[in-house]
């Protein structure tokens, strides 16, 4: 009887061992699975934040991909990003692409991306671009993204039009991008820190500056998640503040509530500020000889307005792309997005 008994307690052992490791390994199963799937989650997120959206002509590969980071996160690497826009004409290149998400999280998406890249365009633009370090992260929301940051340092970028044979070189020690979904708006911010610009037949390179921009886009969260496919034609939104500072107190600030015609004209009422007219005058004047005149008679307009100081606040009129100064000045036409 005592050994009928041992007999069946080991049995029931083994049984329970065996259900238990069973369970065991189709939980690892079931696991490796979904690790699988949400890696997909990732390279979609991944390449629809670089520009991929299928049905809207957009289509991007990842060439040599390969997965990383089981089991505890999700990566994923490439040694080229290609991305063409078929509709518009537009296409890009970028290098070594890492990416990586934790498990648990797989929406929540950091990644990198290695110099150099290039853009090309079918206007004959060509944009070609390095950098010491670029990181972004961002989530996402369905088939699109709800939110987007990517942080770059040592910026140096080539333009060059084949059309005009026009270029220019710009540099930035750091510039920052941050695009959110709020509700039905989007909202972005852009900073550009010391940055310079060299072109083409200017006597003279533009003056180190920096740059700040903070703009709400009026029911364009569909931009972010691709659901908006009309771009900026039709758009409107507000300017909360663009800055422009060159140094020396030479500052420039813009605000106010614009939009864009189904052509792409501009349309809006700004308040535009500028600290230290005299030194910007003769800044401009530098980089462009050539508008010495036109330059001369918009200060005195401006010193004239300020009272005679060297600083001032104006309302910069745009309609359909034609800008006037404080809606009676004609300054210039602005040519459409």
């Known amino acids: 009887m005592a050994a009928s008994s041992q007999s069946e307690a080991s049995g029931r052992g083994k049984r329970i061992w065996l259900i238990g490791a069973g369970i065991i390994v189709i939980l690892a199963a079931l696991y490796t699975g ?25 289509s991007g590969d990842c060439a040599d991909m390969d997965f990383n980071g089981f089991p505890f996160s999700m990566g994923l690497s490439c040694s080229k990003v290609t991305v063409d826009d078929h509709v518009k004409g537009v296409s890009a290149a970028f290098n070594n692409l890492n990416a990586s998400a934790p498990v648990y999280q797989p929406n929540h998406v950091a990644w990198s991306l290695a110099s150099p890249a290039e853009f090309r365009t079918a206007q004959g633009l060509t944009v070609s671009a390095e950098w010491t370090d670029l990181q972004s992260s961002l989530v996402a929301k369905g088939r699109g993204i709800s939110q ?16 005009t044979g026009q270029s220019a070189n710009i540099t930035a020690a750091r510039t ?89 004209l501009l349309s809006g009422q700004f308040k535009l500020e500028i600290s230290q007219i005299g030194p910007w005058s003769d800044s401009l004047k530098v980089m462009i000889p050539a508008a010495k005149n036109i330059i001369n008679q918009a200060s005195k307009i401006l010193k004239a307005l300020a009272s005679g100081g060297d600083k001032v606040s104006v309302d910069l009129v745009a309609d359909h792309g034609r800008l006037t100064l404080s809606g009676f000045i004609p300054i210039g036409k602005i040519p459409p997005i």
């Open 176 to 264: 920052e991008m941050h695009a959110t979904q709020d509700g039905d708006d989007l909202q972005v911010a852009v900073g550009i820190e010391n940055a310079t610009a060299t072109i083409q037949d200017f006597p003279q390179p533009l003056p180190t500056g920096s740059a700040s921009a903070n703009i709400t886009l009026t029911n364009k969260a569909g931009l972010l998640d691709g659901r908006d496919r009309n771009g900026l034609y039709g758009a409107a939104g507000t300017l909360n503040q663009v800055v422009i500072d060159i140094g020396d107190g030479r500052v420039m600030t813009l605000s106010g509530p614009f939009k864009f015609d189904d052509q792409g």
């Open 34 to 58: 979904g690790w699988y799937y949400a890696t997909t989650v990732v390279k979609n997120t991944v390449l629809t934040a670089l520009g991929q959206q299928k049905e809207a002509g957009l």
């Open 148 to 163: 987007t940051e990517t942080v770059i340092d040592g910026l140096k970028a080539g333009i060059v039009s084949s059309f």
